[in-house]
């Protein structure tokens, strides 16, 4: 089920729910959570957040930097929780849109305590089928570091095909076994590019559902 309210001009103010989850705008409440999640060793890893992420990062993001985002037509950013307890399970975001060419770019994070229960899926199946019927796009591209088997599983679930790497293009972070404070080195790193077009997604549905224990 979708729901929107269309402003003058970018992303509408979306929610969208699935069996299990509600894809909404993040707001202040969720601030406490958003900054623990974003402070995970995986998130840490994967993307380019600041580190550590406090609270004040993620209160200027919820309330100043992505709705500045959507209202431009850049891109939108919802928290993802669980239908029944409303608990902060993830985040999806779309950016880097081109309403020319209608394509977008789709990034996904879970909290760590949410792995393995099949929420990145299900969210990003959920945006990707919202972004492609109600908004009339043509395609979406996902890029994941070469080491990143978590988030290339989720691209491959969704129907996305690889078409691609791209070259030392991405900084991941690692631990530094030698700092005594456990600080984080950068290391350059290959991306994996992905497309999901809306044919892509003909019995995505039902796969999904049949594996829904998958990451």
């Known amino acids: 089920m979708t729901t929107a309210s269309t402003g003058s001009s970018g992303f509408p103010d979306i929610s969208i729910s699935t069996e299990r989850l509600v894809l909404r705008p993040l707001d202040e409440a969720d601030v406490p959570a958003y900054a623990e999640m974003m402070n995970d060793e995986l998130v840490t890893a994967w993307t380019a957040v600041p580190q550590p992420y406090t609270e004040a990062d993620a209160r200027a993001w919820i309330?100043?930097?992505?709705?500045?985002?959507?209202?431009?037509?850049r891109g939108i950013s919802l928290a993802v929780t669980e239908f029944l307890t409303q608990r902060l399970v993830g985040a999806v975001q779309l950016r880097r849109t081109d309403w020319r060419v209608r394509s977008s770019?789709?990034?996904?994070?879970?909290?760590?305590?949410a792995r393995g229960e099949g929420y990145a899926s299900e969210a990003a199946l959920a945006t990707a089928q919202w972004l492609f019927h109600d908004?009339?796009?043509?395609?979406?591209?996902?890029?994941?570091?070469?080491?990143?088997?978590?988030?290339?599983?989720?691209?491959?679930?969704?129907?996305?095909?690889?078409?691609?790497?791209l070259r030392g293009a991405w900084i991941a972070r690692v631990r530094n076994g030698g700092d005594p404070l456990g600080g984080w080195i950068d290391l350059r790193t290959d991306l994996i590019v992905w497309s999901?077009?809306?044919?892509?997604?003909?019995?995505?549905?039902?796969?999904?559902?049949?594996?829904?224990?998958?990451?």
């Open 63 to 73: 309330t100043e930097q992505a709705p500045a985002e959507r209202a431009a037509g």
């Open 105 to 113: 770019e789709l990034s996904y994070v879970t909290a760590p305590w």
């Open 135 to 165: 908004q009339k796009f043509e395609r979406i591209e996902l890029r994941t570091a070469a080491d990143n088997t978590a988030a290339q599983q989720v691209a491959q679930k969704i129907g996305c095909i690889s078409e691609g790497v």
């Open 196 to 215: 999901l077009l809306p044919e892509d997604l003909e019995g995505v549905t039902e796969h999904l559902t049949a594996f829904s224990d998958w990451n």
